[in-house]
């Protein structure tokens, strides 16, 4: 069964930090690996998509790698502010059935001091 | 914009009560899923739906059920709720086939069983 873990649980930067949040699955045959922010008693907003076959995805600030060998994903947030203050989760699709069902890791609750 | 609508955000239910959590998307998604997420638990899959009047148990479809009459429409149903139902439901929907593209959430439904 596929298992998805994120490290830190927790993590607190100055206003202006590069950071990297961790995701890490234990089956390699994955189809895609998602990126989502949640901000507190709201829905997730999808950030970036990375497919099995890419290494990495760029948004504005946010850069995803994937190395599905390693079983592993980071998150890149460049100059971080204090509205990047979120839950980011990530969440792995394996590709299997007629709809693809995620598996979420249970996130870092990022927190960027001004 | 893909926008998910949860039809409430805050809902107050009584034991024993059925109970509905209604969900539209406006992307004429094929996909549409339902899950709720606990502290310490993550988001664990209860239903989903590949298409109208298909369905599928998730993760954990233990004392729910699912309605999918139209394809913008997918309801959650509580047939009769109890106090460990007591959670924030969220509903998603992704579209096409090949799986290669982000789930979208809604704002999610924050739902107390007394």
């Known amino acids: 069964k596929q298992e998805v873990t994120q490290i830190p649980a927790a993590l607190s930067v100055p206003e202006g930090e590069n950071l990297v949040l961790n995701c890490s699955f234990t089956d390699s045959a994955i189809y895609n690996l998602q990126w989502f922010r949640q901000d507190p008693g709201k829905g997730l907003t999808s950030l970036l998509l990375?497919?099995?076959?890419?290494r990495e995805q760029t948004s504005g600030r946010l850069n995803a790698s994937l190395d599905k060998s390693s079983g592993r994903s980071t998150l890149y947030i460049a100059a971080s502010q204090p509205g990047d203050s979120a839950t980011y989760l990530c969440a792995v699709d394996l590709g299997s059935g007629s709809a693809r069902q995620l598996t979420f890791g249970s996130g870092t609750q990022l927190t960027v001091l001004p | 914009d893909v926008k998910v609508t949860q039809s409430s955000r805050y809902l107050v239910k009584r034991t024993g009560e059925k109970v509905f959590l209604e969900c539209v998307q406006d992307?004429?998604?094929?996909?549409m899923f339902w899950y709720r997420q606990d502290p310490g638990l993550g988001l664990r899959l209860i239903y989903f739906?590949?298409?109208?009047?298909?369905?599928e148990k998730g993760d954990i479809p233990e004392g729910y059920s699912v309605s999918r009459e139209k394809k913008e429409r997918f309801s959650l149903i509580l047939e009769s709720a109890s106090t460990n139902q007591t959670s924030m439901y969220l509903c998603?929907?992704?579209?096409?086939?090949?799986?290669?593209?982000?789930?979208?959430f809604g704002d999610g439904t924050r739902l107390s069983i007394l």
């Open positions: 998603a929907s992704r579209g096409g086939w090949a799986g290669a593209q982000p789930q979208h």
């Open positions: 739906s590949y298409d109208v009047k298909m369905k």
């Open positions: 992307m004429d998604h094929e996909n």
């Open positions: 990375i497919q099995s076959s890419q």
